[in-house]
């Protein structure tokens, strides 16, 4: 309970004008009062924060520990490439170590929220790489870019590769997919509390907030504890809006837990993620085993190319040797990260609902239940209204804090359609689907993942082998659903999105 401050001696006397405490002998004068009144506004407000501060903490360690995990796990990757393919494959690695630095270099980006087409980024780096060691284990024929272009038209069915392409790209997307959309919804999640904390205290609740902590001060009831199921209604009334995320926030709460389970899980981050360069060997002496049966169904193909003129003994310089790949699991690590991301995901699926309670109990004091010794409002006793419900809708009749349940809060129905996208993402991600996230690097920028890049850096990649499957929007999750199943039971067009927000803004001057 606030102690009063700046009152130096209790002179009660009849103070009829009083706007806020109940009329009758107060030591308040009109001008304490509404100091009183700005500092339990202030007070409160600062509750709030300090309430949201801690879930931001929460939601923000969270993703800055996985954050740091996969990051580790790509550059370890990354480093066991660069220190083994030397001495494996000689001039075929260092004449082309562009090209595996772009793909990581595009996974990377991609995880960051990039608008990059992960699909076709494989095709693409598939591509490149087989273009360059086909000239470099051929280099007794002059080939050129047309004739290229031939042989990739037919690689797809000679498969030079063997199955590492296509198993990668199934394996490596889910992962991908996964792994970026889990990253991002906690910092979504603490993005939303931020701003809601923000929100401003209304003039009914502002009365409210003052005749709970400070009217008893004007009384002379310093020491006499609000009612608790009184707290309770005021807080309900001032935090009615903050009370509709409740719903939406579940869900994504749900939904983080279920893919989370996915990265540890079937999407198998750790396995599939630490030996990208594994994979990428294998596909290369792939290549290497079936160089003449692959050369000479492209000559089929394509014809037979000019002999070159240069001449050259490159083939000679490649080394054959066999270089121990490894890679160290971390699935320990991952399994302790996920399992601790539950826990917590758990904790705060209530946050919004369970607010007033632990604000009335721990902030401000109030007392317990069966007190009938209380500060009701209006005297020292028992408080008989019962509880108002949560929500805005369950306010309409809530005594203590005048609510126009007709006019709901603006900044708080748009976090709520942040959630449902983000809800709408995972629930893509946990089937694998990819999803437009042309705005996500912005979110990510700041979360120590590195800094966003400029569309004409990251923009898509042309690839002559075209992905198989274009990334999704963003769409709503259907409201009826439970978090991931009710994301991905049905998606509603980007268009749409703009519609409601159209409508928000006119609802909000008709309001007005």
Known sequence: MPRLSGVKSFIFQTWEH?????????????????NFANKSRSE???????????????????HRSFDSYFQDLLNKSEKALYDAFPSMYGELYTQNMKVFKDLYSELRRYYRGSNINLEEALNEFWTRLLERLFKLMNPQYHIT?????????????????????RDLKV?????????????????????????????????????????????????????????NNYCLNVVKGCLANQADLNTEWKYLMDSLVVVADRIDGPYNVDTVIGTIHMRIAEAISNLQENKDSITAKVFQGCGNPKISTKGSSSEDKKRRGKVALEAKSSAQALEMLVLDAKGNLTALKTY????????CSKKVMASSAADNK?????????????????????????????????????TIRQQIMQLKIMTNRLGNANIGNDVDFQDASDDMSGSGSGDSCPDDVCGKR????????????????KQSGHGINGASSRSLPSAFLLLLSVAFIAAQHLWR
């Open 145 to 165: 870019d047309e004739y290229l272009d031939c042989m990739v038209k037919h690689a797809e069915q000679h498969k030079p590769f063997g199955e590492v392409p």
């Open 374 to 410: 209380c500060w009701n409002g209006m005297t020292k006793g028992s408080y008989l209204p019962e509880v108002m419900g949560d929500g805005l809708a369950n306010q309409i009749n809530n005594p203590e804090v005048e609510v126009d349940i007709t006019k709901p809060d603006m």
């Open 462 to 477: 042309l690839s002559k082998s075209p992905s198989t499957r274009q990334p999704e929007t963003h769409a709503i999750p």
């Open 44 to 62: 409160f407000e600062a509750m709030m924060k300090e309430a949201g501060r801690s879930v931001q903490t929460t939601l923000t360690a969270q």
């Open 171 to 227: 394996k490596a997307t889910r992962a991908f997919i996964a792994a970026r959309s889990y990253a991002q919804g906690f910092l979504v999640g603490s993005d939303v509390v931020r701003k809601v904390s923000q929100v401003s205290l209304s003039h009914e609740c502002t009365r409210a907030i003052m005749k709970l902590m400070y009217c008893p001060h004007c009384r002379g009831m310093s020491s006499v504890k609000p009612c």
């Open 18 to 34: 009083l706007r806020i405490c109940p009329q009758g002998y107060t030591c308040c004068t009109s001008e304490m009062e509404e």
């Open 352 to 359: 919004w609902i369970t607010l007033p309670g632990s604000l």
